[in-house]
C-alpha cells in the first residue's frame, strides 16, 4: 500500500488505525458481497452474525478516545496546511466521521440495530401479503428512532437535516425542498404531455434473451466503456450494487432477467458508473476516509451519467446496436436502430419507482422525500401513511396504487434503515450528473462524437480528473461547484430532457 509523504509520527499512526478499521470493514464488505452472490441460503445466520462482529469491532476501534486525541494533537500541524492537501484533508473528513459516531451512544445503536432488523422481517412478511398493517407498528418505532438519532446532532434547521447530512453532507432540507419544487413544477406537464400520447413500442425488449449472452454482452460493454477488469469483477445478484475492498477491487453487480433485456444492460452501466469513481481514486489515499466517494448523491451522479445520459443517448447505441444485433440476431435483426432506442427510452407512468424512465423517476422520489420530511416533524402519521403516498401518486404521476404492495410497501428503505435522508440522493445525483456531464462537453464538445465511434477516453479522462481522482476530499458543493462553476440546478437535466424528449415525444 502507498502512503501519504508524511513524516509527523502523530500522522503517521492515525494512519495505520485508519488503515487497520478500513481493513476490517473491508472484510465486513466481502463477506456482504458473498453472501449476496455465491453464499448458500444456509450460511445466512451465521453470516449475520460475522457481519455484525466486524462492523461492531470496526465503530470500537473508530470511537476510541485516542482517535479523538490524535486528531486534536494534529490540528496545529493541519492549520498551517493548504485546506485541499492530503493531510489537512485526512484530519477533516476523519474528525467529521468521527464526531457523528462518538455523538451516538452504543446503547442506543444497539437498540436501533434490534428495531431495523424486526422492522425488516415484518416488511418481507407484510410486502407478498400486501398488507401494510403487519408493519405499521414496527415502521412507527422505527420513526421513533430515527428522530431520536437526528436529536443526537442538536441545533439543526429540520429534524431531517442530520440524516440527510449523512448522505450528502452538506446539504438541507430546505433547500432541496426548493429545488426539487422547482423541478417537479417543470416535469409534471412533460410527463401529462407524453402520456396524452400513443406509448412508445417497447415488445423488441421483451423477447427471450438468454442469460449467458446477455452476460457475454455486458461484459464486452464494460471493457470497451473503460472498466479495468483487472481491479474489478462482475457477478450476478438479485438486487445490483457496487462494492470495493480496495481502490484495485472494485466490483459490480447485475440483475439479468431472460425475458427483459434493459434490466441487465442499464443496471451494468449503472453499477459501472460507480464503479468507474471508486476506481479513479487517486491511490495515495487508499485505506483512508478519503478513499470513497464524496457522498451519495455526487456517487449517484456517476451511475446516471454512464447509465443515462451516456448509455441511453443515441450516438452510444449507433456505436453499440450492430454489436448487439450481432449477439442476438434472432431477437433484433428485423428491428431498427431507431425502433430500439425508442423503446430504451419509452415513458411511461408507472405505480413502481424501480421500473421508471428518466423523465418520471425524479417525481416517485420526490414523493417519498415529501412523505418522509412529513413523518419527521410529526405532520403526518404512519397509520396515514398508505393514504398519503396514493393521494400523491394520483397527483403527481395520475395513477393511484390498487394495493399495498404496488404502494408503501414497495421500496425496502424505511423498514430496513431509517426514515430520513434516505431518497433524495437520487434526484441530487440526476441533477449533478447532467451538470457534470454538460461541463464535460462545453469543455471537450467533441465527446458525443467519440461516443459514436466507441471512444470514451475523453469524457473518462475528464471525469478521472475532475471528480473520480479526489476521493472525499472535498464536499458535494464544492466539487460541483470546481467543476461546472455553479451550486446545483435543474437547468442541465431539463435542458437535457426537453431536447431528447422532444425529439422522441411533442412536447410542444
Ligand atoms: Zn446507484
Known amino acids: 500500500m502507498q502512503t501519504l509523504e508524511t513524516t509527523h509520527p502523530k500522522l503517521l499512526e492515525l494512519k495505520t488505525r485508519l488503515a487497520e478499521i478500513h481493513d476490517i470493514q473491508a472484510a465486513a464488505s466481502l463477506l456482504y458481497w458473498d453472501q449476496a452472490t455465491y453464499m448458500p441460503p444456509g450460511g445466512a445466520a451465521a453470516r449475520g452474525r460475522q457481519l455484525a462482529t466486524l462492523r461492531q469491532i470496526a465503530h470500537e476501534k473508530f470511537t476510541d478516545g485516542e482517535i479523538g486525541d490524535l486528531l486534536n494533537a494534529l490540528e496545529p500541524y493541519v492549520a498551517d496546511l493548504p485546506a485541499d492537501s492530503d493531510d489537512a484533508s485526512l484530519v477533516r473528513v476523519t474528525r467529521r466521521n468521527y464526531q457523528r459516531s462518538i455523538n451516538v451512544p452504543a446503547a442506543f445503536m444497539a437498540k436501533f440495530s434490534h428495531c431495523r432488523s424486526q422492522c425488516y422481517q415484518a416488511w418481507a412478511r407484510a410486502r407478498p401479503a400486501n398488507d401494510f398493517s403487519l408493519v405499521r407498528s414496527h ?27 449523512l448522505a450528502d453532507y452538506g446539504m438541507k432540507a430546505v433547500d432541496i425542498r426548493t429545488i426539487f419544487a422547482e423541478l417537479r413544477q417543470q416535469l409534471v406537464p412533460i410527463v401529462q404531455a407524453i402520456a396524452a400520447q400513443p406509448p412508445a413500442d417497447d415488445t423488441c425488449l421483451r423477447q427471450h434473451y438468454p442469460e449467458a449472452d446477455q452476460i457475454a454482452f455486458t461484459h464486452t460493454l464494460l471493457s470497451q466503456l473503460g472498466y479495468d477488469l483487472q481491479r474489478g469483477r462482475q457477478d450476478k445478484t438479485l438486487h445490483p450494487f457496487m462494492t470495493n475492498f480496495s481502490i484495485d477491487d472494485v466490483r459490480i453487480t447485475t440483475r439479468i432477467y431472460e425475458q427483459e433485456l434493459g434490466q441487465g444492460l442499464f443496471s451494468t452501466i449503472h453499477e459501472m458508473g460507480h464503479a468507474l469513481y471508486e476506481q479513479g481514486i487517486a491511490p495515495e489515499l487508499e485505506g483512508t476516509p478519503l478513499a470513497g466517494g464524496t457522498s451519495s448523491g455526487v456517487h449517484e451522479s456517476q451511475s446516471r451519467l454512464w447509465e443515462n445520459l451516456v448509455g441511453r443517448s443515441r450516438s452510444f447505441w449507433h456505436y453499440f446496436y450492430p454489436q448487439l444485433q450481432a449477439a442476438f440476431p434472432d431477437q433484433l435483426n428485423h428491428v431498427s436502430l431507431d425502433t430500439f432506442y425508442r423503446a430504451i427510452n419509452k415513458v411511461a407512468r408507472s405505480l413502481i419507482r424501480t421500473d421508471a424512465d428518466e423523465v418520471t423517476y425524479n417525481l416517485h422520489v420526490m414523493i417519498r422525500f415529501d412523505l418522509e420530511l412529513a413523518l419527521l416533524e410529526g405532520t403526518l402519521a404512519v397509520r396515514d401513511l398508505p393514504e398519503a403516498w396514493n393521494d400523491r401518486y394520483t397527483q403527481d404521476l395520475g395513477l393511484t396504487p390498487s394495493s399495498d404492495s ?8 424505511w423498514y430496513t434503515a431509517r426514515i430520513g435522508g434516505m431518497f433524495q440522493s437520487y434526484t441530487i445525483g440526476n441533477l449533478m450528473g447532467a451538470q457534470f456531464f454538460a461541463a464535460a462537453i462545453a469543455a471537450h464538445p467533441e465527446i458525443p462524437q467519440q461516443i459514436a465511434q466507441g471512444q470514451f477516453h475523453t469524457l473518462h479522462d475528464w471525469l478521472q480528473t475532475k471528480i473520480y481522482r479526489h476521493g472525499s476530499k472535498y464536499t458535494p458543493a464544492e466539487i460541483l461547484e470546481q467543476v461546472t462553476g455553479q451550486p446545483l440546478t435543474t437547468a ?15 412536447l410542444s
Open 139 to 165: 415502521l412507527e418505532r422505527m420513526l421513533d428512532f430515527s428522530r431520536e438519532w437526528a436529536n443526537f446532532f442538536p441545533g439543526y434547521d429540520h429534524i431531517a437535516d442530520p440524516w440527510i447530512e
Open 406 to 413: 404496488e404502494g408503501v410497501l414497495q421500496d425496502v428503505h
Open 492 to 506: 442541465p437535466l431539463m435542458h437535457h430532457i426537453r431536447q431528447k424528449y422532444g425529439e422522441l415525444y411533442d
